[in-house]
């Protein structure tokens, strides 16, 4: 199947810092990528679908000034955490979509000191 | 808006026995995909079966199928001859239908189910 591929798979970051999380499609293009979040041993929630070339659409709940989403390119689009404070450390995963079928990354997790 | 929901948070089995893990879901929708998604230790969700609404016939996938009650509502998974590798966290997910896809690819996860294989 398809490869959805997330960078990095860990990061560490200070209260107050950005943090930037890639999401590729190695062998696919994808024009549309969706990013969740998974709080521990919780479901995954729906942040935000980016749409290559436009804006992203958030869900309800979700700030977009905090999380901001580019999707500059049919394969990868990034989730930035902006001036991140510790109510952010999450799992963050990213899927996208390919002949139908959806496929993950392998999540990243932010931890926010 | 849709539920999904899954009142089984934790069960386990021995290995080689059958397991089923439940899920409910609700929804308005007349067409809609189901799903079970397993996410093991590694944290990455993988694809176990996939079931469209329309389709009377339950889903298959060696080992894993499931029963799928359009009426009732209810989509559950079948794990056979389970295996140690099985162990991990199920997801049961939905997903409705809309003619040419695209940024409607939303899936909604119920809260999910720990199944842990033991030997």
């Known amino acids: 199947g398809a490869v959805v591929s997330q960078h990095p798979s860990r990061v560490i970051c200070k209260s107050g810092t950005s943090v930037k999380i890639e999401c590729r499609s190695l062998d696919f293009q994808a024009t549309t990528m969706f990013w969740y979040r998974q709080f521990p041993k919780k479901s995954l929630m729906l942040m935000a679908t980016?749409?290559?070339?436009?804006?992203?659409?958030?869900e309800q709940g979700v700030e977009k000034d905090k999380f901001l989403i580019n999707h500059a390119s049919l394969t990868l689009s990034t989730l930035t955490v902006t001036s991140a404070h510790p109510e952010d450390s999450s799992f963050y995963i990213c899927s996208a979509r390919d002949s139908g079928e959806l496929f993950f990354g392998e999540g990243s997790r932010l931890t926010v000191l | 808006a849709q539920t999904v929901t899954q009142s089984q948070p934790e069960m386990s089995v021995q290995e080689a026995e059958t397991v089923t893990l439940s899920c409910t879901y609700d929804t308005s929708e007349n067409n809609y995909y189901l799903f079970w998604y397993k996410q093991p230790p590694s944290r990455q969700m993988i694809l176990v079966i996939r079931?469209?609404?329309?389709?009377?016939q339950n889903a298959t996938e060696n080992r894993f199928s499931v029963n799928f009650q359009k009426a009732a509502k209810s989509f559950s998974l079948k794990i056979s001859d389970s295996q140690l590798g099985d162990t991990a966290m199920y997801f049961c997910a939905f997903m409705k239908h809309v003619l040419g896809g695209g940024s409607n690819y939303k899936l909604t996860f119920g809260k999910g189910t720990l199944l842990t294989v033991n030997p």
């Open positions: 980016s749409n290559e070339g436009s804006k992203a659409t958030y």
């Open positions: 079931q469209e609404a329309y389709k009377q």
